[in-house]
DNA sequence: GTATGTGCAAAGCTTTTGCACCCGC
DNA sequence: GCGGGTGCAAAAGCTTTGCACATAC
């Protein structure tokens, strides 16, 4: 159901180079969120001439498209997603620092409510959450 | 029924220096969210000879001791609130950039909720809301 | 008096950019 | 072929840090 970046970049009249195309098929293939530095080193691994200048230069015009949009977990380095995936949040797991991502229909609605509330039309949100395991049964001392 | 960032400073047995005193009262008196070169400026204003230096270091040593919390609105730069005031998340305003406190029991909860379903416990959370106003004349009821 | 804080400037990190060369269309 | 893309390295922002000096307790 969801179309691969490349096939994307193509139908917004992007030039396809190499690079583009493998910065495209490194990001369809991510199944977390890596920096910007990681992505070069993920797209340096299938064609070493690339430059980590042209994944932020990448990066940052498929943003511009709106294929892809940016994530900020707060540690001073970009992450990028697929624009295109079902929206959804993040809860970041801080002993591991593992990220699940997440849907919820009513934190969605209630914010729109409190935008409104607010006086304001909701164009856009962030939210995470940050979370320890939850102990299940074992443990004695919360 | 909230101290002051100095006193909270005595509390916690730092040192109370001329230009932590300083930069202490500043944030009390901010009602906005400076970034941290506003910040020394606001500070050097009452006291010239304090250095941008000593202000990154002051709010991040008034962190680690839990007496201010980190913002980050996206814009690459750092900024800091009084810890102790009630919770609260942001609304920017898209064509201002002004930023809109509020707080939600409602989200409070179903974000604990998620959290409890995926298997977490809450520990944290960030929220901001990305906005513009809304047309009021055709509102009802506001 | 001593441990700690501070100013200055240099360095660190992530990200951007100028410029000469290269490539998709 | 031409206009835009790329690599390299330098530079730009924000933040941290080494060192010599200053200051709180």
Redesign the interface.
């Known amino acids: 159901m969801t179309d691969t970046i490349a096939k994307r970049c193509e139908e917004s009249g992007l030039r396809m180079t190499g690079q583009r195309r493998t910065i495209a098929d490194v990001l369809d293939q991510c199944r977390d969120h890596p920096d910007v530095e990681e992505l070069h080193a993920r797209a340096a691994a299938r064609d070493p001439r690339i430059s980590i200048a042209t994944v932020y230069r990448t990066v940052k015009l498929f943003e511009e498209e709106g294929i892809l949009e ?1 994530v ?1 977990f ?1 540690d001073g380095r970009a992450r990028y997603e697929d624009a295109e995936r079902a929206h959804h949040d993040h ?1 970041i ?2 002993t591991t620092g593992r990220v ?1 991502e ?1 849907v ?1 229909p ?2 969605e609605a ?2 729109e409510k ?3 509330k ?18 299940t049964h074992e443990s004695r001392g ?1």
């Open positions: 940016k900020d707060g809860l797991d801080m699940i997440f919820d009513e934190i209630l914010q409190i935008a409104e607010l006086g304001y039309t909701l164009k856009g949100h962030r939210m995470e959450l940050y979370g320890i395991p939850r102990k919360d």
